[in-house]
T-cell receptor, first 113, second 114 residues
């Protein structure tokens, strides 16, 4: 089946630094999603990407849908302490509700004030 | 408030016992999903339902059962056949029919063995 490799597994940064994480897949996706999960809570959608090559921003977050449709990255600029959490990428091939999301294993982000 | 409500927040299971996790949504979404999350891992799909009275197995359905008798409700039963049930369980839903709409998640239920 499809697999997503997300890296890095963890990051320890100072407040104010920029962060970059990425996901690569062994096969193509038509949609890439980025979620953030705080401890003990469910993932919250950050950015959705629907088109190869698309670059989308949401405040300090920027994500890109790779042109090969097999990868995506998420950048966080000027990190703040509330950016702490686990970031997941997810890919989906189809548009129907039966088309499954495949999740990466997450990037644990720690921001030191 | 519109959203997805999972209950209880914490649940404990005795050996040989079945337990049921609740998931309710008032978003009028047709599709609902159950995922299992283990420490340091991504989410794995247990079951999903595209419409009332219909559901399909995901990647790790063994030891679990679901029902979808109402559009807003998709309860998950963890049966005694699931030998390693300790995990964080997440329910999600999404709107269908108007192009692609992402899944949105509840706040999870943490299940532990007594």
């Amino acid at each position: 089946g499809q697999q997503l490799n997300q890296s890095p597994q963890s990051m320890f940064i100072q407040e104010g630094e920029d962060v970059s994480m990425n996901c690569t897949s062994s096969s193509i996706f038509n949609t890439w999603l980025w979620y953030k999960q705080d401890p003990g809570e469910g993932p919250v959608l950050l950015i959705a990407l629907y088109k190869a090559g698309e670059l989308t921003s949401n405040g300090r977050l920027t994500a890109q849908f790779g042109i090969t449709r097999k990868d995506s990255f998420l950048n966080i600029s000027a990190s703040i302490p509330s950016d702490v959490g686990i970031y997941f990428c997810a890919g989906q091939l189809g548009e129907t509700s039966g088309s499954r999301l495949t999740f990466g294993e997450g990037t644990q982000l720690t921001v030191n004030p | 408030d519109g959203g997805i409500t999972q209950s209880p927040k914490y649940l404990f299971r005795k050996e040989g016992q079945n337990v049921t996790l609740s998931c309710e949504q008032n978003l009028n979404h047709d599709a609902m999903y159950w995922y299992r999350q283990d420490p340091g891992q991504g989410l794995r799909l247990i079951y999903y339902s595209q419409i009332v009275n219909d559901f399909q197995k995901g990647d790790i359905a063994e030891g679990y059962s679901v029902s979808r008798e109402k559009k807003e409700s998709f309860p998950l039963t963890v049966t005694s056949a699931q030998k390693n049930p300790t995990a964080f369980y997440l329910c999600a839903s999404r709107e269908t029919g108007l192009g692609y709409q992402p899944q949105h998640f509840g706040d999870g239920t943490r299940l532990s063995i007594l």
